[in-house]
Nanobody, 121 residues
Framework: QVQLVESGGGSVQAGGSLRLSCVASGYTDASKCMAWFRQAPGKEREVVAAISNIFDTTYADSVKGRFTISKGNGMSSLYLQMNSLKPEDTAMYYC???????????????WGQGTQVTVSS
């Protein structure tokens, strides 16, 4: 069992930046992947960025070059630095973790409750 709690969301103008954080607790040693997802009203949940236990990273094309995913030495701290934000980035952002090793995937086991990001023009 892994528990995840996100923080750092808020409202920002287009072109601004936000840094999201996720704290994981429980049996985090078994996690092979952690990821950030987002879901906007009327849209399906999508994976934004993923990172493996050995620090491999993958990004959605829509955020590549603007967002950076990172983590601590283990699997208990996850971050998402978001720069050059656009109105289309507006969504609820979720932290996720799983024991499987294919990280850029919609199939995750543990989820946080989300933090809202709103970008105005």
């Amino acid at each position: 069992q892994v528990q995840l709690v996100e923080s750092g969301g808020g409202s920002v103008q287009a072109g601004g930046s936000l840094r999201l954080s996720c704290v994981a607790s429980g049996y985090t040693d078994a996690s092979k992947c952690m990821a950030w997802f987002r879901q906007a009203p009327g849209k399906e949940r999508e994976v934004v960025a993923a990172i493996s236990n050995i620090f491999d990273t993958t990004y959605a094309d829509s955020v590549k070059g603007r967002f950076t995913i990172s983590k601590g030495n283990g699997m208990s701290s996850l971050y998402l630095q978001m720069n050059s934000l656009k109105p289309e980035d507006t969504a609820m952002y979720y932290c996720a973790a799983k024991e499987g090793s294919y990280c850029f995937s919609n199939q995750y086991t543990y989820w946080g409750q989300g933090t809202q990001v709103t970008v105005s023009s």
